[in-house]
């Protein structure tokens, strides 16, 4: 029954609520039976809040069973990154700046969430303030990928991938400033998804570069992803970048859109640096559009191509060197004990609680705004910003949406790229433009390597496009069988 259960999408676990086949407290017992078999080799989770993760479930049994179910997420575990706050749990980033640090309040999403009577259920590893691409930058240890546990599951949002993909959790939250949630779904086989800039409330996310951070989703299914999204999007009083969009039902609008698309497919993103495997998958399932009736276009992205990267390093390393002055040993967060007056307490309280990317990218960060190199760095990142995000606006004239690999690479071991930052840098080369352009994207699996290892294709939509782009990548998932596939652990 158990086995069964956890792999199961929300959909149908919801309809097992319904009829009463389970409880909501019998499906909790199910994943933490799941996390507690399988987590000490995972090592998706920072901390589990089992019992208090009990109590509402026990809540949500109780207004099932007067009819008062408040709709498909109520009852269902959530597992949060540990950059998002839940009120009363701890908040650490994985960080030991942030190391015994715990929320005094709950994020909107959380607020949400709750309301929809989801439970939040653990606080998920993640590199370092969500800077990095593998979850080796986490002070309190890797993440390892569920598929093959000696390779990375993926980062920044790499406990959130993990436990999902491991049948932990049947739905996560994380972040993605340049793929965080994207890439490490693509590596643990899973659907990741990242909304448009200003959908998703940022209030309560721990910031690390707040003109690309958004909340995203990990679910097993794209009718999963889709419910989750609609839970949490939506105009928030709380964040002046909020966008008061229209929010439909996206999961509604999955049976509503049929195609057939205009596809583009940018072919700078097939060239040098793109594993054959993943390329071939790729391929394939544009060639499961193209026989499906949809027109694929090639189309030319040269700036993103060229510039993204060096454009991302520079404004998302600014951004960060400012959110991260915060930390200051003063207000909270670690305090140095050995410091003697107020300077050494922020000298050494910050050289002490950071680690070593957090570091590089605080100075890195610094100096692009120090006078002298701001107009040369920053300011001029953010004009080829505006040209990169332009250069997306007009291909869409004409797409309804890009096809694309969302990495490189499949997962690579652990250890593989933790001492050369350029190599794993490149990891994002697929999904950082999306955030520079503010757009949502999702990875959808599309097929394993000849190693086991799996693959991911990334839908990229216009502006507020989710519900269009929800459905292209749920025709791909509808007529192959990667979903339905699970790690043996
Ligand atoms: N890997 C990228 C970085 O290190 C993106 C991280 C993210 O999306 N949070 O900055």
């Known amino acids: ?18 009829a009463k086949k389970i409880s909501s407290v019998e499906l909790l017992q199910a994943f933490a039976a799941r996390t507690e078999a399988v987590d000490g080799r995972v090592k998706a989770f920072n901390s589990l ?13 109780a207004r099932r069973s007067t009819g008062q179910a408040r709709g498909p997420l109520d009852g269902i575990p959530v597992g949060f990154k540990d950059v998002i706050a839940v009120d009363g749990q701890p908040l650490t980033c994985s960080s030991r700046m942030l190391a015994n640090f715990v929320s005094p309040y709950d994020a909107t999403v959380t607020t949400k969430l709750k309301a929809a009577g989801a439970i939040p259920f653990g606080r998920l590893n993640m590199d370092e303030f969500a800077m990095g691409s593998s979850t080796e930058n986490s002070a309190f240890g890797p993440t390892a990928n569920p598929w093959d546990l000696s390779r990375v599951p993926g980062g920044s949002s790499g406990g959130s991938a993990a436990a999902v993909a491991a049948g932990e959790v049947p739905l996560a939250l994380g972040s993605d400033t340049g793929g965080s949630v994207r890439q490490p779904a693509a590596l643990c086989g899973i659907v990741g998804l990242k909304p448009t800039y200003g959908l ?5 996310l721990a910031a690390f570069a707040s003109s690309l951070d958004q909340i995203g989703t990990f679910a097993r299914n794209v009718g999963d992803a889709a419910l989750l999204l609609g839970a949490i999007a939506g105009h928030d009083a709380h964040d002046s970048t909020s966008f ?19 596809l583009g497919v940018p072919q700078e993103y097939f060239g040098a640096g793109l594993d054959p495997e993943v390329g071939a998958a790729v391929r394939q399932a544009i060639g499961f559009y193209r026989e499906a009736g949809c027109e694929i276009k090639e189309v030319a992205l040269p700036l993103a191509a060229e510039h993204a990267i060096a454009v991302y390093y520079l404004i998302a390393t600014a951004e960060a060197s400012s959110n991260l002055a915060r930390y200051d040993g003063i207000r909270y967060g670690h305090r140095s004990a050995a410091a003697t007056d107020a300077i050494d307490i922020y000298a050494k309280s910050r050289a002490e609680g950071f680690g070593e990317e957090v570091k590089r990218r605080i100075v890195l960060g610094t100096h692009v705004l120090s006078s002298g190199y701001h107009d040369a760095y920053y300011l001029r990142a953010q004009q080829v910003r505006t040209l990169i995000r332009g250069e997306y ?7 309804d949406a890009l096809l694309s690999p969302t990495t490189p690479t499949a997962a690579f071991k652990l250890g593989e790229k933790a001492a050369d930052p350029l190599a794993m840098y490149l990891s994002d080369i697929y999904t950082i433009g ?42 791909y998932e509808q007529a192959h069988e990667w979903s339905s596939k699970h790690p043996k652990l």
């Open 1 to 18: 029954m158990t086995d069964d259960l956890i792999f199961r999408p929300v959909a149908e676990l919801a309809a097992l609520l319904d």
């Open 49 to 61: 809040d089992e019992a208090g993760a009990l109590v509402l479930a026990a809540a949500a049994d």
């Open 200 to 204: 998703v409330s940022r209030y309560g």
């Open 244 to 262: 008061p969009a229209d929010i439909p039902d996206y999961r509604a609008e999955l049976d509503r859109r049929k195609g057939p698309w205009r």
């Open 393 to 399: 606006l007009r291909v869409f004239q004409d797409c």
């Open 434 to 475: 999306v955030n520079l352009a503010g757009l949502p994207g999702i990875s959808v699996p599309c097929g394993f390597t000849g190693g086991g290892l799996p693959i991911g294709l990334q839908v990229i939509g216009p502006p507020f496009g989710e519900a269009e782009m929800l459905a292209i990548a749920r025709a």
